[in-house]
Each structure stands twice: as C-alpha cells, then as structure tokens.
C-alpha cells in the first residue's frame, strides 16, 4: 500500500470561510473543518476567541470582523496553547491576552516545538509563516473562572476550566446571558479529535460532562460547524465522547492482550473509520492520537513533547 502523504501536507484546497451571527454582537468564523474562531462585543471594546497560526491569516480574519463592528480588541482569549491557535496574536493588538495558567506554562516549557510540529504537519494553515514574531504570551491567566463585564446591558462573559482535555490547559468562553458556548478544541462538530496531546479518560467524562453542564443553546468547536439548538448542541458533545470512548477502549485492549502499538493504530482505524473516517484531518490526526493514548494507558501521564522529527517517525511507523 502507498504511504499517505504527511499529516495535512498534501490539503492544500481552498476553504470556504463562513461568518455567523449567533447573537447581537456574538460572531464566529467557521472553516470547513479548518480552526473557528470567534468575537464577542461588549459595549466599547471586543473580546476575540482564538488567534489563528498567523497574524496574515488573522488579519484576514478580522477584515470580515470589521464588516460588522470598529470596536477595539480589548480581550484575546486563547482556549489552549497550540501553534495554529494563538501565533497569530500580534494581529489583534489586544489589550491583554487571558489564558489558563497551565496553558502559560505549556508554552514555555513546549511552545517552539510545537510551533515546529504544526507548521509542518499543516503548511496551509501557516501563510505568511514568516508574519510570527514569536511565542504568544499570556499576560493574564487564572486557574478555575474569570469572568468578563461586557458592560452596558451584554451580560458577562465567563472564561471557564473544566478539567484536563484535549490539552491540561483547556478553557471555554460562556455567555449565559445569549447561551452561546465557545468550546474550543474540547468539542468538534463532524470534525475528526486531535488527541496527541489530551488526557483522554478525563475528556471524555468529567471534562465532557462539565461542557454539557452549561446547557448551551448554540455551541461553537475548535473545528467544524456551529451547532444549534439543545439537540444539536448535546449532540457535538456526545459525538466528541464517542470517539473518544472508543479510542480508549480500542486501544486498552491491544494493551490488556499484550499487543502493539501498530496493531492498536490498525484496530482502532477500523473501529472508528466508518463513521468518523471522512470526516477533516482524520487521518492526519490518528496516529498521533493512538501514540498519546498508548502512551497514557501505559502510565506516562503528562503527554510526551510532539516535534518535527518525532512526528515523522510516528507517522512513519503509523500511517505505512
């Protein structure tokens, strides 16, 4: 069988970018599958959700945003620290940047690796590579809640941590008021899990049950379309624990009868290929996925630093 090209290497088609209106001041930009983003006004000034891999790519971003609002960005909220969601930041020229203090320390003690890792496993999503002035640094974080007064009669924003996920520093962004959750990376709606750097069994239950908790109405994923309505909405979550579920107990039993990570990789594609498996980047992201998880089940629990060349090597003997 002929060896799949890298990662995303060989997605290099256009997506049709989409920007919704969820609310009175409340838009997110949907992808196709690529990274969503988001923006919420309060009455004088702009709290923006994610940050794209670059400032080119952010600028396009905020162009569309533009259309709608001149408010200045007062707040950029980043869920989590990966490459392709917060190296876009210097664009936004926020105020003050507000994460969850794991995900502050993640970037120092892994940032430039991946950096390196994402840039190469997903070249499309890094144009104008060359924009990056940098790592992205947090300059307020808080470790359980902060909440957002977006002044005048908007309600408040809350900036929520719900326990250890797709990262151990993952926040979502709830605006009770409109019931409209930002999940980030957390939730995908019919978009494929990357879990290279999660702690799956956390995620799939108390994570997963805290996001579901908030009831929301109308939910925006790290990758995919908006959900809306309840149903819909419970529906992203749960499709998010399924896959995970499954990964988890595809890849404890090769463990349990003493098999390989090869032959764990193998059965958990076939498990999870008919339903999920023309869903975006889903096979970009099993292998490292399967790596991870191997990895957890075995008992290393903080997830092992993803660069360029360990990339590779996984995929190498992965995805043959």
């Known amino acids: 069988m002929a060896q799949k090209a890298f990662a995303s290497s060989a997605d290099l088609g256009d997506k049709e970018h989409t920007l919704e209106v ?69 664009a936004f020229d926020a105020e003050v940047v507000v994460a969850h203090e794991n995900t502050r ?24 590579a060359e924009s990056v002035p940098g790592l992205t640094w947090p300059t307020l974080t808080f470790s359980d809640r902060l909440t957002i007064d977006l002044g005048g009669d908007r309600g408040e924003l809350v900036l929520q941590y719900c326990g250890r996920g797709h990262t151990e520093g993952d926040i979502v962004a709830w605006l009770p008021r409109q019931r409209v959750l930002f999940a980030g990376d957390l939730v995908e709606a019919e978009a494929a899990l990357y879990t290279g750097d999660a702690f799956h069994r956390d995620w799939a239950s108390s994570t997963l049950d805290r996001v579901r908790g908030f ?76 790596s991870r998880l191997w990895d957890e089940l075995s008992g290393i629990e903080r997830p092992v630093i993803w660069t360029a060349q360990r990339d590779r090597e996984v995929w190498d003997q992965l995805q043959s």
Not at 234 to 243: G, V, W
């Open 215 to 290: 009831g929301a109405e109308a939910l925006v994923g790290g990758r995919g379309a908006v959900s809306r309505g309840r149903e819909a909405v419970d529906a992203a979550i749960e499709q998010t624990r399924h896959f995970l579920r499954v990964m988890i107990d595809e890849v404890g039993a090769v463990q349990s009868a003493g098999g390989t990570l090869k032959e764990a990789f193998e059965r958990t594609h076939a498990a999870l290929a008919p339903r999920y498996g023309q869903w975006p980047i889903f096979e970009h992201c099993l292998p490292f996925d399967v």
């Open 22 to 90: 969820l609310a009175d001041g409340v838009y997110a930009l949907t992808a196709e599958g690529d990274p969503n983003v988001g923006a919420i006004e309060g009455e004088d000034f702009l709290v923006c959700f994610e940050a794209l891999a670059t400032p080119v790519v952010a600028r396009d971003w905020l162009a569309k945003l533009r259309e709608h609002t001149d408010k200045p960005v007062r707040y950029l909220v980043l869920s989590h620290y990966h490459a392709v969601r917060v190296l876009g930041a210097s």
């Open 105 to 128: 320390a993640l970037v120092a003690e892994r940032g430039k690796q991946d950096w390196e890792s994402e840039f190469g496993r997903m070249p499309r999503l890094a144009k104008g």
